[in-house]
């Protein structure tokens, strides 16, 4: 049936946790007395690389990133960290490289990356520096919960023949989820939430139809329990 894919947007970039180290040697201390700043040697302006996804870890949740430019939009290279280059050769799409994985360039003093990401919401996103832990963040629970228990899932199936006026389909038991039909009649679309099953005997006890529908799975609504105290 797949996975839900949440698209996201992350800014990244590098700080230092105080001020950076400053040269002590005594000639450029008194150099540094003569000027309004204290001599760092450029500490600031080198670049680190900087990896984002962690390949083949099962809890790094990131598909693949594009960069954004100054106004936000999007550029047209797609960076797929998680995916081998296996008979796909297309100029936008970046797959990993284990000889020279992707990564983007930071300093101190430049400004945030902004990042659009595609991601699985319950999983993580690593980032690997090689001049830190690898640092790692997610998406709290409570922001896509909720959201993943609505999703409802739809299957065409068409056409089907089965007894005039029912829907009999054989259909597999999911625990904690149910079926149901969805059929259009003209502009209008009905539901039928009994779906009885079929005669494996393929015998025909009355009149026949052909139908063309959706079927749904979607989580199964329990009944409230009489007994169980108020919230």
Do not use: C
């Not at 005594?26 to 007395?33: A, E, N, S």
């Not at 101190?108 to 999983?123: A, H, N, V």
């Not at 409802?152 to 089907?160: N, R």
């Amino acid at each position: 049936m797949g996975r839900p894919i949440a698209v996201v947007r992350a800014s990244l970039n590098l700080e230092l946790e105080g001020l950076p180290a400053i040269n002590q040697d005594w000639g450029v201390f008194w150099q540094d007395l003569r000027r309004n700043f204290r001599e760092t040697d450029s500490f600031e302006k080198v670049k680190f690389p900087i990896r984002l996804g962690e390949y083949k870890q099962l809890n790094d949740g990131l598909l693949g990133y594009w960069l954004e430019g100054d106004n936000g939009s999007i550029k047209d290279v797609f960076y797929a960290p998680q995916s081998d280059l296996e008979g796909i050769n297309h100029p936008a799409i970046k797959f990993h490289n284990g000889n020279n994985p992707w990564h983007i360039d930071l300093n101190l003093k430049d400004s945030p990356t902004l990042l659009t990401m595609l991601i699985d919401p319950r999983g993580k996103v690593h980032a690997t520096t090689g001049i830190l832990p690898t640092k790692s963040i997610d998406i709290p629970p409570d922001q896509y919960q909720q959201a993943l228990e609505k999703i409802e899932i739809t299957f065409l199936s068409a056409p089907i023949l089965t007894d005039s006026g029912k829907i009999n389909l054989a259909l597999p038991d999911e625990v904690g989820y149910q079926w149901s039909w969805l059929e259009k009649e003209k502009e209008q679309w009905s539901t039928a939430d009994k779906i009885g099953q079929t005669n494996v005997n393929a015998i025909f006890s009355g009149k026949q139809e052909i139908r063309e529908g959706w079927l749904k799975l979607s989580t199964k609504k329990e009944p409230p329990n009489p007994n169980s105290p108020n919230p």
